[in-house]
């Protein structure tokens, strides 16, 4: 009755897009962190995120969780494929994760875990970068298991969308900041978005231009009639919302630059999704040769449909509750 | 020489480091976060400030020890798939959904509702927040639930069938979720967890007493964790009695490892000690007590007990680890049943709160309860080898297409990222139970600020002391 793999595919895709933009932007917050004027500013930067951070990166566990639950044999074939850039992924996140709680129990070592944020955020954003050049280069598969070189992940494509994804998370960051600070750190964080943005517009054109020039089949998909009608609207939205956010950022509004910036990732997003469908690894295995048996995908949509819900209302209230600009106190 | 380095062994060790690590900081936030509940409910029953007093300190190691599991749970997530792709895919049908529901039921509320319980303290009210501590309670024990459902399957598979094509596929669910080793272990995990908790809060508040410090507050972690230990650690021997049980029902093999029996008999004796030899299939220089396995087991003097050499050699777990570990595990909790009688006679000599050696012995017993958690994973994990799905898949066939360096590189990376992040994490833990409970109203989450971290009260200011 239910095409469930479709509906799993979706959930997914969504899901994983919800943790990029999520973690995007407290990631984005570690990399610009030591750059921040002052030790208070980076104090508000930390008060910013600390309550939202561990939620956050529960949507990446979503990811991963969900990719096992409902294809496992594209999880089966993703990780080993993508095995260091996943470990040092996940060692990074470790480094971050624990700056939030330690850096303010030290005193003397407090510079150890202001770097241990820095860097861990660096890292994870750069290794998720990596992966999805890797990824969108198509992965080596034989039978039902990864057969590709331990280091297949590894190239100057992979490593140019590294770099990308770090400053579309910086972006991300510098938005969320102009937001949610005030003062000498909202100033700063403005003065972040306009350097980065610029970065951000070049790289995205050069990932833009490549896919295709890469792939015969993305090339034919956005470059034939009619399709290229119906596609053309993602770039032209994209361009308009760089257009608007350098506008804001020139005039100095401090809520609709994070938006914009989060419609920029949503274009992208989809753009992405877009070439690259059906394939959940490309170019190998399909989204439906990966579903996992009707049953188990069953089961657990029942849950889904119910507790999903649940679950972005009190994420929603809890943004809610620690709304507005975090303090100001301790600049006298 | 690095070709011949063998994935199978250094996934097997990584495994084990990464998930033994792990499980330290939900065997304590599981407890700690029951008992943060009493705690508030307490103080806003009595509306005495110590209990407040006590809620704060201990949030604060809350806060770290979670941040510690989130970060090492994270990545036993994905563990699975880098480095045991074989059995996500073989399994993936069975287990995967049990995960998934761990994520959507647990994790978001534990993460989402932690943020309220630690910042929220200036903006909502004491319902709201009480209700947020009770709510990040239970996520950690709905995670529980998931996480040794997916294992207990694991231990006890059933409700599925093989295909043409090797993959497993569930036919009843009801009977995944609830597979027979389930019930108990969830029962005995928890109350493992309960248990750890009441022996670090009763050592500090020994430690405390000892020094002449924070009187008050000390006796309510004493006090408190002595009545666990008063009526929950017998409860639990009799758990793990019954645990015993069903491992024997439906793991026979790994009941002989524990007892170290090698020859099928009637009226089989228990052995207190001894030197299980896997080689030469004997127990050197056992200790017994004879007929005792056969009773404990059967209910019978004369009750049959099969012995190691009842399975052929490939197929017996790694005998000396389950052996010691188990009577590690057993030791600690007659010890801690032990504490338990010894405080309720000091209570009852109304000395527990001044008795010197006692309090000395309640220090010495602050890590007990991490061994004996370590040490029960580990006879039941072990236990379970050469297996990963018992009876079904063996673990060397789990593995995934990944070679000998890649995983001794990542090994080698987490056993130091691990070293230094948790040496630290304990490090200051420590520091927090030397700095002890602070009458004074500084709050968590306000970073040693003043004012609460973020603007716009939105709780009027007669409610804004809070913990």
């Known amino acids: 009755m239910f095409d469930l793999p479709l509906i799993w595919f979706a959930l997914l895709f969504t899901a994983l897009f919800l943790y990029v933009l999520l973690d995007g932007f407290d990631l984005g917050v570690g990399i610009l962190f030591p750059f921040a004027p002052s030790d208070e500013c980076r104090d508000r930067m930390m008060n910013s995120i600390a309550p939202f951070w561990d939620g956050n990166e529960t949507w990446l566990v979503l990811s991963g969780g969900g990719l096992f639950a409902a294809f496992p044999l594209a999880y089966a074939i993703l990780m080993p494929a993508f095995y260091m850039p996943v470990i040092l992924m996940l060692l990074g996140l470790i480094f971050r994760g624990v700056a939030f709680e330690f850096r303010f129990k030290a005193v003397k070592s407090r510079f150890i875990w202001d770097y241990s944020f820095h860097f861990g955020s660096i890292v994870a954003a750069f290794m998720q970068g990596m992966i999805l050049g890797a990824y969108v280069r198509g992965v080596q598969v034989e039978g039902r298991s990864f057969a590709g070189h331990p280091f297949d992940w590894l190239s100057a494509y992979s490593f140019m969308t590294g770099v990308a994804l770090l400053f579309g998370y910086a972006l991300l960051g510098a938005t969320w900041l102009m937001m949610k600070t005030d003062g000498i750190t909202r100033d700063w964080a403005r003065k972040c978005a306009s350097y980065v943005l610029g970065y951000v517009g070049v790289f995205l054109a050069i990932v833009s231009i490549s896919m295709p020039i890469m792939n015969d089949r993305v090339r034919h998909l956005w470059f034939s009639l009619p399709d290229f009608y119906y596609l053309l609207p993602i770039p032209l939205v994209t361009a308009a919302f760089f257009v608007l956010i350098w506008r804001d950022l020139q005039k100095g509004a401090e809520y609709r630059p994070f938006f914009l910036s989060v419609g920029i990732f949503l274009m992208g997003y989809i753009g992405w999704g877009i070439s690259l469908w059906p394939w959940l690894v490309p170019f190998a295995v399909t989204f439906r040769q990966a579903a996992a048996a009707a049953s188990s995908q069953s089961f657990l949509l029942a849950g889904t449909l119910v507790i999903l819900p649940v679950i972005i209302a009190y994420v929603a209230w809890c943004y809610y509750v620690f709304r507005g600009k975090v303090s100001e106190e301790g600049y006298y | ?393 063996r673990t060397a066939d789990a593995l995934s297409p990944v070679n000998g360096i890649p995983v001794a590189i990542s090994l080698g990376a987490f056993v130091l990222t691990y070293g230094v992040v948790f040496g630290a994490g304990i490090f200051y833990i420590i520091k927090l139970i030397r700095i002890g409970p602070e009458a004074e109203a500084d709050v968590y989450g306000s970073h040693g600020v003043k004012k609460p971290a973020l603007l716009t009260p939105t709780v009027s200011k007669d409610e804004g002391q809070h913990v």
């Open chain 2, 1 to 393: 020489m690095f070709e011949n380095l063998d994935p199978v062994v250094f996934s097997r060790i990584q495994f084990a480091f990464v998930i033994s690590f792990h499980i330290f900081f939900p065997a304590f936030t599981i407890g700690l976060a029951s008992w943060l509940a009493v705690l508030e409910c307490m103080w806003l029953a009595t509306g005495r400030p110590v209990y407040a007093v006590v809620y704060r300190m201990w949030v604060k190691i809350f806060a770290v020890t979670f941040g510690m599991g989130v970060v090492s749970g994270v990545v036993m997530s994905f563990q699975f798939g880098t480095n045991w792709a074989a059995f996500a895919d073989k399994a993936g049908n069975i287990l995967g959904p049990l995960l998934g529901y761990e994520v959507l039921t647990a994790f978001f509320l534990e993460a989402t509702f932690l943020g309220v319980m630690l910042f929220g303290w200036n903006r909502v009210n004491r319902g709201v927040h009480f209700a947020a501590t009770i709510i990040v309670t239970l996520g950690t024990l709905i995670s529980a639930f998931w996480i040794l459902s997916a294992n207990s399957w694991m231990q006890t598979p059933q409700g599925f069938m093989v295909a043409k094509n090797g993959l497993l596929y569930p036919t009843n669910w009801l009977q995944i979720v609830f597979s027979p080793s389930f019930p108990y272990r969830f029962v005995h995990m928890i109350t493992g967890a309960y248990l750890t908790t009441a022996f670090v809060a009763g050592g500090i508040g020994a430690f405390y007493l000892r020094r002449d410090r924070h009187i008050k507050e000390a006796r309510v972690m004493m006090g408190m964790a002595m009545i666990m230990a008063i009526f929950v650690a017998p409860l639990q021997l009799l758990a793990g009695d019954v645990h015993g049980l069903n491992t024997f029902a439906h793991q026979p093999v790994k009941v002989a490892a524990i007892e170290g029996l090698w020859e099928t008999q009637h009226g089989a004796p228990l052995t207190l000690f001894g030197w299980p030899d896997q080689k030469e299939e004997t127990t050197k220089f056992a200790v017994e007590i004879p007929r005792l396995s056969s009773l404990i087991l059967t209910h019978d003097f004369n009750g049959e007990v099969r012995g190691l050499k009842a399975w052929p050699r490939d197929e017996r777990p790694p005998v000396p680890w389950v052996f010691f570990a188990f009577r590690v595990m057993v030791g600690i909790g007659a010890l801690m049943a032990l504490t338990g009688l010894t405080a309720l006679v000091l209570y009852l000599k109304k000395r527990l709160f001044d008795t010197r050696w006692f309090q000395k012995w309640c220090i010495a017993m602050i890590p007990a309860g991490f061994a004996a958690v370590l040490a029960g994973w580990i006879v039941t994990e072990v236990g379970r080898q050469p297996y990963i799905i018992q009876g079904v898949m």
